[in-house]
């Protein structure tokens, strides 16, 4: 069955960096769009980007554009997210999500969301 597996959270000071890693199994990773989400502490789920299946069209929320970069491996069937910069406000739990057959692109709407993984603890903080 469909397992997201999401790593790479961890506490950072403003400023820092992290790269999240998504490891996946039980379908066809390499024709299919991702999505990484964040779920916020009192303030519920915000996408934030999305790739489509050879990797070579992005979408980015207006609060992270210019501060992540999401990318895949296809050959080991492997979402990655690269942050930058990283603020107190994007303290969240970062979950990685395989969208549904026909959703639209960008896929940002909840409920577009297949599957989504337990997610990975990202925490800015001095």
């Known amino acids: 069955q469909v397992q997201l597996v999401e790593s790479g959270g961890g506490v950072v000071p403003p400023g820092g960096s992290l790269t999240l890693s998504c490891t996946t199994s039980?379908?066809?990773?390499?024709?299919?769009?991702m999505t990484w989400l964040r779920h916020h502490p009192r303030r519920g789920i915000e996408w934030l980007s999305s790739i489509n299946s050879p990797g070579d069209d992005v979408a980015y929320a207006d609060s992270v554009k210019g501060r992540v970069t999401i990318a895949r491996d296809n050959a080991n069937s492997a979402l990655f997210l690269q942050m930058n910069d990283l603020r107190p406000d994007d303290t969240a739990v970062y979950r990685c999500?395989?969208?549904?057959?026909?959703?639209?692109?960008?896929?940002?709407?909840?409920?577009?969301?297949?599957?989504w993984g337990r997610g990975t603890q990202v925490t800015v903080s001095s």
């Open positions: 999500a395989k969208p549904k057959t026909r959703s639209p692109w960008p896929p940002s709407g909840e409920y577009t969301w297949a599957y």
């Open positions: 039980g379908f066809t990773f390499s024709t299919t769009p």
